[in-house]
């Protein structure tokens, strides 16, 4: 029987649209109590250089609202070390990021940056925390997830997500391949970026994928819908193609 798919629920855009006005509402923490009542199994957050949605305030405030084990997002700098280090949430996922992007535009260049990530790395498992490098699945990059001893890879699916004709399955077999990889060499591959209740089932019926991470879309949807009904949808629709 193939296991159970954890599903992680990114909740950056409720602290956006709260962020767009300034105050308190919506507040992002009582996303993460929704998401942990519905039957999420993780909770991301980004923590951005520039503060544009997540605070390092409500990394706090979430941690203490509910037991869902926190993915921190962040960039490879000495700050947000820091703060990880202090924070010590359950995980945390190096991305890549620039001050100017609207969201992560694509995967961390793991192996192009061995140097600089490999005590960042160390520290961070060193303190316990599980450590993950958001990254295209590329042969390349999954040797040097391998090299730096990272224990998970988040696959970037944006180029799936985005893909048409034939390229969708060509995207599919990349991602399939390099989670094969992966777990082959004993590190957990997740995915995420840009799935949707339309492209979800092939992604996640991958045998190999222990975690999908999905935000973005989600938190569009509970405009329409309420956060947990989407939450609820997607878990189904994860449930079935396994």
């Known amino acids: 029987m193939t296991a159970r798919l954890r599903l992680g629920v990114n909740i950056d855009h409720v602290a956006t649209v709260r962020n767009a006005r300034g105050g308190d509402h919506p507040d992002p923490v009582r996303a993460a109590q929704i998401v942990a009542d519905v039957g999420g199994d993780g909770i991301t957050a980004h923590l951005r250089e520039d503060r544009r949605h997540i605070r390092d305030e409500d990394l706090v405030r979430i941690q203490a609202a509910t037991d869902l084990p926190l993915n921190l997002e962040m960039a490879a700098t000495d700050e947000m070390v820091a703060i990880a280090l202090r924070h010590r949430p359950h995980a945390v996922c190096i991305v890549p990021e620039r001050r100017e992007e609207r969201t992560t535009e694509g995967g961390l260049d793991a192996a192009g940056q061995h140097n600089r990530l490999a005590p960042i790395v160390a520290r961070l498992i060193d303190a316990g925390i599980r450590v993950s490098l958001f990254i295209a699945p590329e042969p390349r990059q999954i040797d040097a997830a391998i090299r730096l001893r990272a224990p998970v890879v988040e696959l970037h699916t944006g180029e799936y997500a985005h893909a048409s004709g034939d390229a969708v399955a060509f995207e599919l077999q990349r991602i399939s391949n390099m989670a094969a990889l992966a777990a082959h060499n004993g590190i957990e591959p997740h995915a ?10 092939p992604v996640a019926a991958i045998a190999q994928l222990a975690e ?4 973005h879309y ?25």
């Open 192 to 201: 995420g970026h840009g799935l949707t209740f339309d492209n979800v089932q």
């Open 218 to 242: 989600l938190i569009g949807e509970a405009i329409f819908t309420g956060l947990a009904d989407a939450v609820r949808r997607m878990r189904d629709l994860m449930d079935a193609a396994r």
């Open 212 to 215: 999908l991470n999905i935000g």
